[in-house]
């Protein structure tokens, strides 16, 4: 186990005893956080077998979990200008400036989750300057190493130098695998294989248990007809891990798809691109 690693389990264990001995269960606020608009973006790119006809605008969002003390991204989004003048989002706000309508600073954030490392995920993780950065072991290990250096290319390459940096300031935390509480009432899990060691975690709340599914399963289509995601490196794990999304949330409308725009519908309040899940 890496140095990183270890201080991330370090930490994970000492915060859970802290909970444990105070005799409370950890329980957050989740917020999806709409920051652009990717316009009528093809949905047989997100559902496997689906209409290649079909348009959809998809939302990008990042989701705030706020509670015990900590104000925690899951996933940071993206900025740079290289990556707007390539897809031409609408409605863009940088990551950090949106989560301001719930009050909240870049420099507050305390945490961020990385799901996986693709650049609409990655590349805000500089916009938070005193963040911790949770991300799979070997999810980091398989895209690049220490120097940023690429070894897939599903990793942007300057995404890949920024996390490498982050990670010798000693910020990244690397999660060793399924199943891990990497801070008091939040849990990942891997196994939906967007990328080799993508990540989906879940939140206690008071409302009971919230998924966040990010491209592990990008629209709530892919739940409701069991429909693997387009973009996976196996259907049958993809699937798997939809399916367990839905034993680990209290209830179904309490997993939250990584790119549907129908989020903001479910969940109106309190309204303006941010979505209470509750």
Same mark, same amino acid.
């Given at each position: 186990?890496?140095?990183?690693?270890?201080?991330?389990?370090?930490?994970?264990?000492?915060?859970?005893?802290?909970?444990?001995?105070?005799?409370?269960?950890?329980?957050?606020?989740?917020? =999806? $956080? !709409?920051?652009?608009?990717?316009?009528?973006?093809?949905?047989?790119? /997100?559902?496997?077998? @689906?209409?290649?006809? %079909?348009?959809?605008?998809?939302?990008?969002?990042v989701?705030?979990?706020?509670?015990?003390?900590?104000?925690?991204?899951?996933?940071?989004?993206f900025?740079?200008?290289?990556f707007?003048?390539?897809?031409?989002?609408?409605?863009?706000?940088?990551?950090?400036?949106?989560?301001?309508?719930?009050?909240?600073?870049?420099?507050?954030?305390?945490?961020?989750?990385?799901?996986?490392?693709?650049?609409?995920?990655?590349?805000?993780?500089?916009?938070f300057?005193?963040?911790?950065?949770w991300?799979?072991?070997?999810?980091?290990?398989?895209?690049?190493?220490s120097?940023? =250096? $690429? !070894?897939?290319?599903?990793?942007?390459?300057?995404?890949?130098?920024? /996390?490498?940096?982050? @990670?010798?300031?000693? %910020?990244?935390?690397?999660?060793?695998?399924?199943?891990?509480?990497?801070?008091?009432?939040?849990?990942?899990y891997?196994?939906?294989k967007?990328?080799?060691?993508?990540?989906?975690?879940?939140?206690?709340?008071?409302?009971?248990?919230?998924?966040?599914?990010?491209?592990?399963?990008?629209?709530?289509?892919?739940?409701?007809?069991?429909?693997?995601?387009?973009?996976?490196?196996?259907?049958?794990?993809?699937?798997?891990?939809?399916?367990r999304?839905?034993?680990?949330?209290?209830?179904?409308?309490?997993?939250?798809?990584?790119?549907?725009?129908?989020?903001?519908?479910?969940?109106?309040?309190?309204?303006?691109?941010?979505?209470?899940?509750?």
């Open positions: 186990m890496t140095t990183a690693s270890s201080r991330a389990f370090v930490v994970a264990a000492v915060l859970g005893v802290a909970a444990t001995q105070a005799g409370t269960s950890p329980s957050y606020e989740v917020y =999806a $956080v !709409r920051f652009a608009t990717l316009p009528r973006f093809s949905v047989s790119g /997100l559902i496997l077998g @689906a209409d290649t006809s %079909r348009r959809m605008d998809l939302a990008m969002m989701c705030l979990i706020k509670g015990e003390g900590r104000t925690i991204l899951f996933d940071a989004g900025h740079r200008d290289d707007i003048n390539r897809w031409h989002p609408a409605g863009f706000t940088v990551p950090s400036e949106a989560i301001g309508k719930l009050g909240v600073k870049p420099e507050d954030v305390t945490d961020v989750i990385i799901s996986h490392i693709h650049w609409d995920h990655l590349d805000g993780i500089d916009l300057p005193r963040a911790r950065v991300i799979q072991h070997e999810e980091f290990d398989h895209y690049l190493d120097t940023g =250096a $690429v !070894r897939n290319r599903a990793i942007d390459a300057g995404d890949a130098k920024v /996390l490498a940096g982050i @990670a010798r300031a000693g %910020r990244v935390m690397l999660v060793d695998g399924d199943g891990t509480e990497i801070i008091p009432g939040i849990t990942v891997t196994g939906g967007h990328t080799y060691a993508s990540q989906f975690a879940s939140v206690k709340t008071a409302a009971g248990t919230v998924v966040l599914a990010s491209d592990n399963a990008y629209l709530y289509e892919n739940l409701a007809r069991h429909r693997p995601i387009a973009q996976t490196l196996d259907s049958a794990s993809n699937l798997q891990a939809q399916m999304m839905a034993s680990l949330a209290s209830e179904p409308r309490f997993i939250v798809p990584g790119h549907d725009p129908e989020v903001f519908v479910r969940f109106p309040t309190p309204g303006n691109g941010v979505a209470q899940i509750r």
